[in-house]
């Protein structure tokens, strides 16, 4: 999964991959990818495994 997400260039680098996508709201709803209010918390308050969990949901909608 990380192979596949480092093929894409970011406006700025990415250092913390739970913290640097902590606010995704714009983007789910770009990608019309929906997400539980609790999944949407665990990736505010960088839980652990949250942003893997949603960059594998995000490659099956890509």
């Excluded at 260039?9 to 606010?23: C, G, I, L, M, Y």
């Excluded at 019309?32 to 893997?52: F, M």
């Amino acid at each position: 999964m990380y192979n596949w997400f480092n093929q894409f260039h970011f406006s700025r680098a990415v250092k913390n991959t739970a913290r640097d996508f902590s606010d995704a709201g714009e983007v789910l709803t770009r990608l019309k990818c929906g997400i539980s209010r609790r999944h949407q918390e665990d990736l505010a308050n960088s839980v652990p495994g949250a942003i893997e969990l949603l960059l594998i949901q995000v490659k099956k909608t890509v």
